[in-house]
């Protein structure tokens, strides 16, 4: 059998291919190239002997250190030692200008034993490979990553593939667990109908949707979004369905969450009290609240969408347009107050920016405004008050507010004078009523007015001519339009009528709720005026007069008399003042208490008054003390006005069970010698009312050497307070004797001032003087230990023991240490206690006769004596006498000196020793001067004396004590023990003033 030796291809057939071949024998030679191998080669820069044709293709790749070359060799080998029929290798070669991929195969030529090596130029390939690759890894990661969960469905609704972001939403372990599954399982039922028709829009190659709740794997409720689409096939038609379903739980939370929200911001806009509207950029109502339709009186179908300034042109042209602007350009919020007359009212306006437009609340203020007036004129008429306006301006103001508050109405406020009402303010009222409306009654019936102020309440008549009780006064009126009428009456606070407040309208009818409470704020109003102006009038006539006797007061005499001079000046006529004084007034309420001496100056004043010419003033300037200014007077006119006076006082004032006697003094000054100014003829009345009280003359007229007695007196006051350090008073003792013998049993201290200029001065003018400095205090201190150290000193000296009787002014025995002082003086000198006799003034034992029965107690307790000094002319109740620790009544020498028979004092002095012997009490007669006082009062029981007809007083060095010659022990001295005083509880101490003196010259 023949073999034939196999040949490789032709050269034309390798030329024909487009990609590089070269033909290797089994010893992988290469036999031949083809015309794209040789082009390559050179192309590439392989320089080869003859393209590489007798060179081992195997030593090529066997010679590189390339990972590709070497796999080249090992597949190549593989194919040439028969193990494989084939390789495939694609492997990437480096141009010199790029970087390009080739795939290398090495095949079997059966018939001949080589093997053909072709290198094909893939790069075009291998980069559509690697962009299909990156899409489809582009696509992998977007499906991976995706929010969403994607899914891909057959046509018939199974579930063919689901992303890894779908399984996590769903909840889904794995997808093996629903693959295969109807799409339809994983959705609630009530969405199934949504379900079918969006698989059936996309099996029609349009997109299906639905939305709804359903739960995942694992029970969670969520809201998806759902889109269903075919996806494409090579014939147009969709072989798969692709269904993405979004997870909108979230975000259908939050619109509803908004939704309710809005409706929640709507039902609260809708239940505000103020409007409120919203408008878009363009000027346009997007948003109005119920309260906005009724204050714009617009509903909202007729606004929205609507511009602003063409629903209400009026706004466009004002502070509405320019504030809404200035919001937009300045996105500040702005709040302010305008009125819109097209609406008749008066608004409060917030406006906000938001976004591109604005939010408005505003509010109806129109009665806030109304009232704010009205407050700027309560406060106007309030300030006109406090001012002390004139009363009918001020009412007239009220009535306008009233009047501007209810436009078409008539106020009118009248004023109770007299038991009527007078018409004082009605600025709308014609002239013609003002007669008709004044003087009007206050009883039922008497018009409208007249009747509400009888009532003490409102009276509305909605029909002035159906009202009986306007009907006669509507008579009496001309033509008119006042058809209504509502009258209140203004009472004080203690509800006694102050006047009537009316308010007519021109219509019947009735007067609303608000009508009558802003007529109550007014008719208070008016009653703050009237009462101010009615208090103003009180507290002048208070400021000028006396509050006890309706008399004028020191500041009204003050300016009376001050108005008299500036006319004398003028006119040449003369002045007169007079200054009154009551005598022992004090005793008065001291005795009888103060509100019997409240109704004796209420009597005096009225006889005062009733003396008086016409042009006079009679004025009370203190307590006890009056003043009268008589313009045009002289001195004789003063004289007879002051004997007037006098006269009058000395009337006895009949009171509640008794009769009480009053003196005065009167002080006369007269221009142009008691002066020309006030404060002068002031000074030189009260001189000359001094001199009379001194001298007991009832009246004296001012001269110049009153003037000088008043310096004395200055002066002797200011030697006075040095006078013990200066050791110039003295002690000097009238004897006390018994009437039966005449024996000397005790004696008086009475003081003496001795001053080396002025020389012996009258106790009688320092005393008074001592009393009102106070000094009567030291003094009086001084007399007691002085006298007691004198007693002491004459029981020393070998005389009787004596028993010394030693006044006690009124500021003494009213301090508290008084007694406490008595008893250490005492203490201090020796002086036995049973020998020590305090007097008294009967003034100062009733006044507060309690306490001072308590002190006298104290004091008798220390064994001291306790006597009444001028009895009988006090206030001495017998019922507390009766209860006093006393031991002896002093009797006045008043008494004693008019004892010549007939005399109206023989019964008063009986009775007093009569009264004294019942109480177990002693007596002493004070002012014995003749043998028949003496002789009288023997025989009327008395049981000692002292006086002139004894002795004087006496210094403690005179003959007239070492001389005496009686001596007799306390028993035979003529003391009787007093009674003891019953038990009383402890009382206030009187302080009223009483000095300790003689009666002697």
């Keep these: 059998m023949t073999h034939t030796v196999p040949t490789p291809p032709s050269q034309a057939t390798l030329d024909a291919v487009p990609a590089s071949l070269a033909v290797l024998d089994q010893h992988g030679l290469i036999v031949e190239v083809n015309r794209a191998w040789r082009q390559f080669g050179e192309t590439n820069g392989l320089r080869l ?341 004139a009363l009918p301006e001020i009412l007239d103001h009220i009535a306008q507010m009233v009047e501007r508050q209810f436009p078409g109405h008539t106020c009118t406020i009248m004023v109770e004078q007299g038991g009527r009402l007078n018409l004082v303010a009605a600025p709308g009222l014609p002239p013609a009523f003002r007669a008709v409306l004044s003087g009007i009654e206050i009883r039922e019936g008497a018009g409208i007015c007249g009747t509400a102020v009888a009532r003490k309440e409102m009276v509305v008549a909605e029909d002035l001519l159906t009202e009986p009780a306007a009907a006669r006064y509507l008579r009496q009126l001309p033509p008119h339009e006042l058809r209504a009428c509502v009258s209140l009456p203004i009472l004080d606070g203690d509800e006694a009528p102050l006047g009537a407040l009316a308010l007519y309208a021109t219509t019947p009818g009735p007067f609303s709720a608000q009508t009558l409470k802003t007529l109550n704020k007014a008719r208070h109003l008016s009653a703050v005026a009237i009462e101010r102006h009615r208090l103003t009038e009180r507290l002048v006539h208070q400021a000028h007069h006396d509050g006890l006797t309706g008399l004028a007061n020191r500041r009204l005499f003050e300016k009376t008399l001050r108005g008299a001079l500036r006319a004398s000046e003028q006119s040449g006529l003369p002045v007169s003042l007079l200054f009154i004084d009551l005598d022992e007034f004090k005793n008065v309420n001291d005795s009888l208490g103060h509100h019997v001496g409240d109704t004796v100056l209420g009597l005096l004043a009225e006889r005062l008054r009733q003396c008086m010419r016409p042009q006079d003033t009679l004025a009370r300037i203190s307590g006890d003390e009056f003043t009268v200014v008589m313009p045009g007077a002289g001195e004789g006119e003063a004289r007879a006005a002051a004997q007037r006076l006098l006269e009058a006082l000395a009337l006895p004032l009949a009171l509640p069970g008794r009769e009480l006697y009053l003196s005065a003094s009167v002080g006369i000054s007269v221009t142009p010698q008691g002066g020309s100014d006030a404060e002068t003829m002031q000074k030189s009345a009260d001189f000359a009312m001094y001199e009379a009280k001194q001298r007991k003359t009832g009246l004296s007229v001012f001269h110049p050497g009153l003037a000088e007695q008043a310096s004395r007196r200055f002066e002797l006051g200011r030697y006075l307070r040095r006078a013990i350090e200066l050791r110039e008073l003295e002690v000097h003792y009238q004897p006390v004797v018994q009437l039966e013998d005449q024996r000397v049993i005790g004696a008086e201290a009475l003081l003496r001032w001795r001053h080396p200029q002025l020389g012996l001065v009258s106790p009688a003018e320092f005393i008074p003087i001592a009393e009102e400095t106070g000094l009567i205090v030291p003094i009086g201190q001084w007399v007691l230990y002085e006298a007691c150290r004198q007693g002491v000193m004459w029981a020393r000296q070998g005389q009787p023991p004596l028993r010394l009787a030693v006044n006690v002014s009124a500021l003494q025995f009213e301090r508290p240490d008084f007694v406490d002082m008595v008893a250490a003086c005492l203490r201090e000198t020796g002086f036995p206690a049973q020998y020590l006799e305090l007097e008294l003034t009967e003034r100062v034992v009733m006044h507060h006769a309690e306490g001072a029965a308590q002190r006298m107690q104290q004091l008798r307790d220390l064994g001291v004596s306790i006597a009444v000094d001028d009895f009988g002319t006090g206030y001495s109740s017998l019922s507390y006498l009766s209860r006093l620790p006393l031991n002896v009544l002093k009797i006045d020498r008043s008494f004693v000196s008019r004892l010549q028979a007939p005399s109206s004092s023989s019964p008063v002095v009986r009775a007093i020793i009569t009264l004294a012997r019942s109480l177990g009490l002693e007596t002493v007669a004070e002012g014995v001067e003749t043998p028949e006082e003496l002789q009288l009062l023997r025989q009327m029981g008395g049981h000692l004396a002292q006086g002139y007809l004894f002795a004087r007083p006496l210094q403690a060095t005179d003959p007239f004590w070492q001389e005496r010659a009686v001596s007799a022990p306390p028993e035979a001295s003529g003391r009787r023990p007093a009674k003891a005083a019953p038990s009383s509880g402890p009382a206030r101490p009187d302080r009223t003033l009483r000095a300790a003196s003689d009666r002697g010259p």
């Design 49 to 389: 002997p003859d393209h590489g044709v007798g060179t081992n293709y195997m030593h090529l790749c066997l010679a590189s250190e390339a990972p590709d070359a070497q796999e080249a060799a090992r597949g190549i080998g593989q194919v040439l030692c028969g193990k494989s029929e084939s390789h495939l290798q694609v492997y990437r070669c480096q141009a010199p200008d790029e970087e390009r991929w080739f795939q290398l195969r090495a095949t079997r030529i059966p018939s001949s034993g080589h093997v053909v090596v072709a290198h094909e130029d893939v790069t075009d390939r291998k980069l559509i490979e690697q962009a299909l690759r990156q899409q489809v890894e582009f696509v992998r990661g977007l499906v991976a990553s995706s929010p969403d969960c994607i899914q891909v469905l057959d046509l018939d609704g199974t579930l063919l593939w689901m992303n890894e972001g779908g399984q996590r939403l769903m909840e889904i372990e794995t997808f093996e667990a629903v693959r295969g599954q109807p799409w339809w399982t994983l959705w609630p039922r009530e969405l199934h109908p949504d379900l079918t028709r969006a698989l059936e829009a996309a099996r029609e190659g349009k997109p299906g949707r639905f939305q709804g709740y359903s739960p995942t794997a694992k029970g969670t409720l969520k809201f998806w979004d759902v889109v269903v689409t075919p996806i494409s096939g090579v014939e147009g038609q969709p072989p798969y369905l692709l269904a993405t379903s979004r997870d909108l739980t979230a975000l259908r939370k939050a619109e509803e969450d908004a939704l309710h929200r809005a409706e929640e911001t709507a039902r609260i806009l809708n239940s505000i009290q103020e409007g409120f509207f919203a408008l878009d950029s363009k000027w346009r109502f997007s948003y109005l609240n119920a309260r906005a339709e009724a204050l714009l009186q617009r509903s909202a179908s007729e606004l929205l969408g609507r511009g602003i300034w063409e629903a209400f042109p009026q706004a466009l042209h004002g502070t509405f347009s320019q504030q809404y602007q200035a919001v937009v350009r300045e996105q500040r919020s702005v709040c302010f107050q305008e009125y819109y007359a097209p609406l008749n009212m008066w608004f409060e306006v917030n406006v906000y920016p938001h976004g591109e437009g604005l939010a408005v609340y505003f509010q109806n203020i129109t009665a806030r405004k109304a009232e704010e007036q009205a407050h700027q004129d309560r406060n106007a008429i309030l300030e006109m008050t406090v001012q002390d306006k």
